[in-house]
């Protein structure tokens, strides 16, 4: 029986809306998906989810379904043909700004981004499974270091928070604009993070200025011919999976946000990502940076080493004019730049680091040209697909595949005029992601990073030690331990609140004096506003809180046993999953915890 003689008969079930929308389907070339529909009267509530289904997939994608399915086989073609996506471009190292922490530059730009942080919107992507880290649950819910134990989701909303109050102070606006802070997530991730939002009082922010924007699964593609895959189980279900971060794009653009936040006057929108226990290091100054430079993109980085597994920022210029800045994967770069005149391909250039800065997807965007851009494209971003062939003839797939899309290659379809530039920061400052499980960083080969929880929790405390230095701390060297397999440097933990300090200069005024110190085997946690550090020597643990009308200057010595970084076993299951996936846990044996909840002013000589 043909597949539209068993669509006919069940004619009589379907609304005017769902007719259309099988009319649609047979027209570009689904007619498979009815293939085996039994006649009216079986299974018809089936046959209603299917529609109801295919009208989400079809309403959720920008240009439907019909659009979908063109894209797919036009990229699916290209993919058989085996054909390079950079053909006829060639490479060349964009402009950009190198900053290190601390000097001059640094400083000013710093000075220069927290103004424009009244004028800016956050985009927190978090809609992705994390199937590399294998986590049970949300990534924004783990914490972000475990000495105080704050998840990453509490850590970006005070950052915020409290760089949208040091930029009303510093702008002298007439009132505190409410920043807004939207999270992308997907039905694998809403649930929980609407239920972590709630629990917590959205960790001190308003509800109304927090927009969770969920983005839909993709259709998933059977074949070359694009015909959509179903369900093995369920024929009335169309297998789906993500499309990818860059689903942001669309669904701001559709949200009527943009507009929104253009007619209030902001000016930024800030992307990131959700497990960066770093990246607000570096936010204040890269934002001065797209306001002095006026970029229209500015994608954070970091220094790479030639061939490092992370895609480099690079200048694409094609001999027909067309010309963009993107992130080009690492495994394109070496290639390309080999078969553009580069004989020796992607190397290390004087700095010790390769040209090509490495991109860390966390972008800063001009409002006003995005959403000139957004209103010419619909916010939809040049897909890729990359399908698992069963054998070389390349004409049937292992599993089904689908279009995906990146954030980062918004740029894509940027005219040549548009400004697109990078800022790159000091290597430990302002990238350490929680992507991989003990078992696979474990096999990262040696100095690469590895992207897990075991890394990304060390590398906090390692840029807060490091900052303390710059600011005139004398911090001990750090030692080198093996937590799950990884061997990863241990600097003191030094942790302390957004409240406390959200910039180098902040750190700067509240520490003072030639003589502070503290041990490797030391814990600093500050989570008090306005403590000054003044000659301080720590060999221990010390906590200090205080009321936001509280100024405590704190010096003098602290010796105690302190919290030790302890060893466990990552399949002891009677531990938390969140403490096995580090490999350590924190020993709280002993502490000098001091709390001041009376405003006034304090000297503490300990
Ligand atoms: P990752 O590269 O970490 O991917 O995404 P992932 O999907 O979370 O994890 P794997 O690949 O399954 O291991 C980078 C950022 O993009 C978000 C993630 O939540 C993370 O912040 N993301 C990813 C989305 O918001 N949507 C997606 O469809 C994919």
Redesign the pocket.
Known sequence: MSSSLNLEKNMSLLSPDQVEIAKMLLEIGQGHLFQDWPDPGVDDDLKQTFFTQVALLNSSYPGGLVSYIKTAKELLADSKAGKNPFDGFKPSVPSGEVLTLGDETFIKYEEAGVKQVQNAAFV??????????GYNGI?VALPMETTTGTCFLQHYIESILCLSEASYKQTQGECQRDVPFVI???DD?HARTLELLESNSYFGMKPTQVKLLK?EKVACLADNDARLAVDPKNKYIIQTK????G??HSLLYSSGLLREWKEAGLRWVMF????NGLLFKAIPAALGVSATKEYHVNSLAVPRKAKEAIGGITKLTHADGREMVINVEYNQLDPLLRATGHPDGDVNCETGYSPYPGNI?QLILELGPYIDELAKTGGVIKEFVNPKYKDATKTEFKSSTRL?CM?QDYPKTLPPSARVGFTVTDPWLAYA?V?NNPEDAAKVPKGNPYHSATSGETAVYRSNSMILRKAGVKIDDPVTQVFNGQEVEIWPRIVWSPKWAVTFADVKRKVSGENSSVTQKSTLVIKGRNVLIEDLSLDGTLVIDSVDDAEVKVGGSVKNDGWAIESIDKDDTSLPEEVRIRGFKINKVDQLEKSYSEPGKYTVNL
Do not use: W
């Open positions: 927190l992507v978090a809609g992705g499974l994390g199937e590399r880290l990534k992308m997530t997907s991730t983005q993500p499309h990818g971060h689903d942001v990131f990502q959700d497990t997807n995906e954030m992601p992507k």
